[in-house]
């Protein structure tokens, strides 16, 4: 189902765009130059949905269905009690970045049983924001093993609930994670969008960084 367009979209990114419509436009400026596709990946109510919403200049695409009986038996509901619906296929959306670059955002179930899913939605994608929740660290291990699996270079964001445990340090979050040293890791508030924005950009710069075609 489509969702309301969000209120915290990214104006300041839109200012940086001549020619593009403003608010809820879904026209692209004529210098747009590099469209990219990119996944935002992470487990079962870690803020997918919430940070597409956050970011997204035209109105998001979700496909939220409520809670079944039978998802709450298998997706851990610690920490997300008050959850109502769960995203049963994708979360699109679009954003324009300074340098003439636009990602295209798909969001997508981390857990193992959409691995079919997921290499479905992968498809054509240049890299991944895989979204680690701060009070279930372990819940983010499938969605790593289907990144790593796919090759697709990605970045974390740690997005801190206030009711997680405390994690001390950069470094012991890395050795818990098995994180690569190069593996771009940030916290982030996915209701904001520009806390959403700069883990974006943090995965845009790694990809850049890999790829001399992006970098031209
Ligand atoms: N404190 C905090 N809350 C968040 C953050 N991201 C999401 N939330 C809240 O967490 C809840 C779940 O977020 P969703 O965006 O539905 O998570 P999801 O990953 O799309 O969930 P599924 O599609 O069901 O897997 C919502 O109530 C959000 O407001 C965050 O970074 N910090
Ligand atoms: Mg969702």
Redesign the pocket.
């Known amino acids: 189902m489509a969702s309301a367009p969000s209120d915290s979209a990214p104006s300041a990114c839109r200012e940086t765009l001549p020619g593009a419509g403003g608010p809820g436009s879904v026209h692209l400026p004529d210098t747009a130059r590099d469209l990219v596709k990119i996944l935002v990946a ?10 597409i ?1 956050s970011v997204s200049e035209i109105r998001p695409l979700h496909t939220e269905e409520p809670l079944s009986e039978a998802s709450a038996q298998v ?1 851990d509901l610690d920490g ?1 009690r ?2 109502a ?3 049963v296929a994708i ?1 699109f959306g679009r954003i324009s970045l300074p340098g003439d670059v636009v990602l295209y955002l798909f ?1 997508t ?1 981390g857990q193992e049983r959409f691995r079919s899913l997921w290499d479905d939605i992968a498809y054509g994608a240049l890299g991944a924001l895989v ?1 680690v929740d701060s009070r279930r660290l372990d819940a983010s291990f499938d969605v790593l093993g289907l990144v790593e699996e796919s090759g697709l270079p990605y970045a974390v964001a740690f ?4 009711d997680a445990p405390r994690h001390h340090g950069e470094e012991r979050l890395r050795r818990a994670l098995d994180l690569e040293p190069t593996t771009p890791l940030v916290t ?4 904001d969008a520009g806390s959403s924005i700069d883990a974006l950009l943090a995965l845009v710069d790694h990809l850049i960084g890999r790829d001399p075609v992006e970098a031209r």
Do not use: I, M, Q, W
């Open positions: 992470g487990p079962f109510g870690v803020g997918k949905t919430t940070l919403d997706d997300v008050e959850k619906t769960t995203t979360d969001g179930p979204l997005n801190a609930f206030p982030c508030d996915a209701r």
